[in-house]
């Protein structure tokens, strides 16, 4: 006999609110900090990319190297398109959960008011403290944001509380924020 016998019935289908969805995810969000980042490479394939990342609420902010290939691949791109995957680590059905955020990439200058606001989200300290670099100097390279315009969001455990494990979040759907 399974253990969690409600991943036995069927599958609900009921979609969450949209508020308490955001609710949810925000929650996942504060739980990690690394995601799967995928963009679209010269050869015109998806390129995935293992990145730290801290979240405000559910954007994320990333500080990504200069030279590497996520941001050339930003840059070439007309859109700018980004696809970030969270998840929590798997033990079971009973435990799937992560997320797919669907985004165009903001790349943030040094000096500019989202830039600082990006630092203040991002905890460089602790990488600068583990490479030995001054602590009273805050990086000066680019910072990205990912702010999602669509989410895709699994689990399992939703199934439990009667909504469906797979949930979409939409930023033109969820009225208690601003786009």
């Known amino acids: 006999m399974p253990v969690h016998q409600w991943l036995t019935t069927e599958w609900p289908t009921s979609e969450m609110p949209q508020p308490q969805l955001r609710e949810r995810i925000e929650r996942l969000l504060t739980m990690q900090n690394m995601c799967v980042m995928?963009?679209?490479?010269?050869?015109?394939?998806?390129?995935a990319t293992p990145i730290e990342f801290y979240a405000d609420g559910l954007d994320l902010y990333t500080y990504?190297?200069?030279?590497?290939?996520?941001?050339?691949?930003?840059?070439?791109?007309?859109?700018r398109k980004?696809?970030?995957?969270?998840f929590m680590p798997y033990v079971g059905w009973a435990s799937a959960r992560g997320a797919q955020l669907f985004s165009k990439a903001d790349l943030f200058e040094p000096g500019t008011p989202e830039h600082a606001?990006?630092?203040?989200?991002?905890?460089?300290?602790a990488s600068a403290a583990e490479l030995g670099r001054p602590m009273d100097r805050a990086p000066q390279g680019l910072i990205m944001r990912i702010r999602p315009y669509r989410i895709t969001y699994t689990e399992h455990w939703l199934r439990k509380e009667g909504w469906a494990p797979r949930q979409v979040w939409k930023r033109s759907l969820d009225s208690s924020l601003q786009a």
């Open 117 to 125: 606001h990006g630092l203040d989200v991002f905890r460089w300290e």
């Open 38 to 47: 995928s963009t679209i490479g010269g050869h015109g394939g998806p390129v």
């Open 82 to 86: 980004v696809c970030a995957a969270v």
């Open 64 to 79: 990504p190297q200069p030279q590497s290939p996520k941001i050339h691949n930003i840059h070439r791109s007309e859109d």
